[in-house]
């Protein structure tokens, strides 16, 4: 399936998904690479086998071997972080005093430029409601040199692939 198709099986009430997908997925604020990773990180990050499939099959082509592993393992390791640091988050107390024992290697290395790593981490976080990894990624993207206007574009992007893979889950239950 290709994203165009993805958006053709957008209802008409979410037409306003099905525009903003098409204007960015060409978004001129991010470089190809962050663009193409960030779409790839949000699919995965917002769990639908259609959209993930779909954006994968339009955005993979255009990146290196290693930039889209790098997409994978930036949903993969939030999809662990942004629970345990929510929840760190919330109850408070000791638990933000303690190590999180965890492994997250790839953080460290992840096989591409850091900003872009950390660009899609924030945008997972963003689709996972995680305030302190979306706080510590924002910090880490701006630091490595992204404008305001460029995070808001990744998370832009995790918005609108999120909200697709929510009506099309809709609508399939609706459907059946």
Same mark, same amino acid.
């Given at each position: 399936?290709?994203?165009?198709?993805?958006?053709?099986?957008?209802?008409?009430?979410?037409?306003?998904?099905?525009?903003?997908?098409?204007?960015?997925?060409?978004?001129?604020?991010? =470089?190809?690479?962050?663009?193409?990773? =960030?779409?790839?990180?949000?699919?995965?990050?917002?769990?639908?086998?259609?959209? =993930?499939?779909?954006?994968?099959?339009?955005?993979?082509?255009?990146?290196?071997?290693?930039?889209?592993?790098?997409?994978?393992?930036?949903?993969?390791?939030?999809?662990?972080?942004?629970?345990?640091?929510?929840?760190?988050?919330?109850?408070?107390?000791?638990?933000? =005093?303690?190590?999180?024992?965890?492994?997250?290697?790839?953080?460290?290395?992840?096989?591409?430029?850091?900003?872009?790593?950390?660009?899609?981490?924030?945008?997972?976080?963003?689709?996972?409601?995680?305030?302190?990894?979306?706080?510590?990624?924002?910090?880490?993207?701006?630091?490595?040199?992204?404008?305001?206007?460029?995070?808001?574009?990744?998370?832009?992007?995790?918005?609108?692939?999120?909200?697709?893979?929510?009506?099309?889950?809709?609508?399939?239950?609706?459907?059946?």
């Amino acid at each position: 399936m290709s994203l165009e198709a993805l958006r053709n099986r957008l209802p008409e009430y979410a037409k306003d998904l099905k525009l903003n997908l098409g204007s960015l997925s060409t978004e001129p604020l991010l =470089t190809q690479q962050q663009l193409a990773g =960030t779409f790839v990180a949000s699919a995965i990050a917002s769990r639908n086998a259609e959209v =993930t499939k779909a954006i994968v099959a339009e955005f993979a082509p255009k990146l290196s071997a290693e930039a889209l592993t790098a997409a994978k393992a930036a949903a993969a390791i939030m999809g662990m972080n942004n629970v345990y640091y929510r929840f760190v988050h919330l109850v408070g107390g000791d638990y933000a =005093t303690l190590p999180a024992k965890l492994r997250m290697n790839i953080i460290g290395k992840p096989g591409v430029e850091k900003v872009d790593f950390e660009l899609w981490s924030l945008a997972v976080s963003a689709i996972n409601g995680c305030g302190m990894c979306m706080e510590s990624h924002e910090k880490v993207v701006k630091h490595g040199g992204l404008s305001t206007e460029q995070v808001q574009a990744s998370v832009r992007i995790a918005a609108v692939v999120h909200a697709v893979a929510g009506v099309l889950e809709a609508e399939d239950a609706l459907a059946a």
